[in-house]
């Protein structure tokens, strides 16, 4: 891979810049080696938080965000990194920020610093394996708990024009690769058995403490694929991917599925059907969004695309919640329900919860990584000119 770098990006709220490093200190906050704040259109990353505003606490539920991204871009090649720490607050924000730094920089020393670079995809792929434990080191030093990982290497075969990506990933955050020409495609689908229904709440694996101090390789997964010049390399978080899920966004219903109160009106599907309608709708949104030619659908617009998608899908569930809870505190009741008795309180809570369940989308913490794939030019876009940043309203 070529040492000319022209991004190295990282978030979201700074991502890997207060990121503690692999040392002896756990209380080390070293500076890191490269700038996490130059992205380009063609190497970028986007993060949000799809949760309801709480007006009591000032904040959006579950914050901070616990999704942390990172890509190191060159010439001919990148290295991308995408953690979703295991449910809310701080600790799984530093067990993602802590997976990816500790991962990152081995990689970049391995591919960048190092004499010897890997000869071959076998090597690539060894490579990514033991950054795994850098990573693991980093989370277990700094007391976080656990987070998922993805992690990707696109890389040119020596005297040829081919690239090919090389992923290795553990728990839910997932990698695609999306053609101009041909649609988006799932790289990992070997990470999950895709004949059965899977618990969303189970990522399925992660590093961090999981088993004692060992980290929960179970769904482990190196997954290899070819690349076609001006194709999009990206990982996603579940809360993208799922909410391409046909059950979770209410386009069709799938057996034995029991998180949303589905339509009978809408088609069934077999389970083992599912991955390739959410691949599909990720297909048709970015479709719809323009006739594009190879080449113009670049990283930055491919990541703003999917940010807004899931943003808009999920407005009415998320509408939904902040009204109701708004209700639950009694200065905010309506005159005529302050008058209803407890018992029938409750009655209008359970119908409101009922309702938001029948709504699409899922909450969560919404984050991906991109790459355009082919030579790249050197030409860096600062944060401080350009910044696709997209919240919910």
């Given amino acids: 891979m070529s040492p000319n770098t022209f991004a190295t990006f990282s978030g979201p709220d700074g991502g890997l810049v207060n990121a503690p490093c692999e040392s002896s200190n756990t209380t ?3 500076t890191p080696k490269y700038d996490w704040n130059i992205h380009h259109d063609r190497a970028f990353g986007n993060a949000v938080s799809l949760y309801e505003f709480n ?4 904040c959006r539920t579950g914050s901070p965000i616990a999704d942390v991204f990172a890509i190191h871009a060159t010439e001919n090649g990148a290295i991308l990194a995408l953690a979703d720490g295991v449910n809310w607050g701080p600790k799984p924000r530093l067990a993602a920020q802590c997976g990816v730094r500790g991962c990152m920089e081995y990689l970049q020393e391995q591919f960048f610093d190092n004499d010897c670079h890997p000869k071959n995809t076998h090597e690539v792929f060894k490579i990514l394996r033991t950054s795994l434990d850098h990573g693991q080191n980093l989370i277990l030093n700094t007391e976080a708990t656990l987070t998922t ?6 890389v040119q075969l020596r005297k040829t024009d081919q690239f090919v990506l090389c992923v290795v990933n553990v728990g839910d955050s997932l990698a695609y690769v999306y053609s101009p020409m041909h649609g988006v495609r799932e790289v990992t689908t070997g990470c999950r058995d895709l004949l059965h229904d899977r618990d969303l709440r189970e990522c399925g694996g992660a590093l961090g403490p999981a088993v004692g101090e060992d980290p929960d390789l179970d769904n482990l997964t190196f997954s290899f694929t070819m690349l076609e010049h001006d194709d999009v390399v990206f990982l996603a978080s579940d809360g993208i991917t799922d909410n391409f899920d046909p059950a979770m966004a209410m386009t069709a219903r799938v057996k034995d599925f029991k998180f949303k109160t589905l339509d009978e009106n809408l088609p069934l599907i077999e389970t083992a059907d599912r991955q390739t309608h959410t691949t599909q709708a990720m297909s048709e949104m970015l479709e ?3 006739k594009h030619e190879p080449g113009e659908d670049t990283a930055m617009m491919v990541c703003g695309r999917f940010v807004q998608y899931v943003v808009k899908l999920t407005n009415p569930y998320r509408d939904s919640l902040e009204k109701y809870h708004a209700r639950m505190h009694k200065d905010s009741l309506a005159e005529e329900e302050s008058k209803l008795t407890n018992e029938e309180r409750m009655e209008l809570d359970s119908q409101r919860k009922k309702a938001i369940y029948t709504l699409p ?4 913490h919404a984050s991906m990584v991109a790459f355009t794939v082919g030579n790249q030019q050197q030409e860096c876009i ?12």
Avoid at 55 to 58: A, G, I, P, Y
Avoid at 149 to 154: E, S
Avoid at 361 to 364: A, E, N, S, V
Avoid at 382 to 393: A, C, I, T
């Fill in 55 to 58: 007006k009591e606490h000032n």
């Fill in 382 to 393: 600062s944060l401080k000119d350009q910044e696709l940043v997209v919240y919910p309203p």
């Fill in 288 to 290: 719809r969004s323009g």
């Fill in 361 to 364: 989308g899922k909450l969560d």
């Fill in 28 to 30: 080390d906050r070293k």
């Fill in 149 to 154: 990982i993805c992690l990707a290497v696109v």
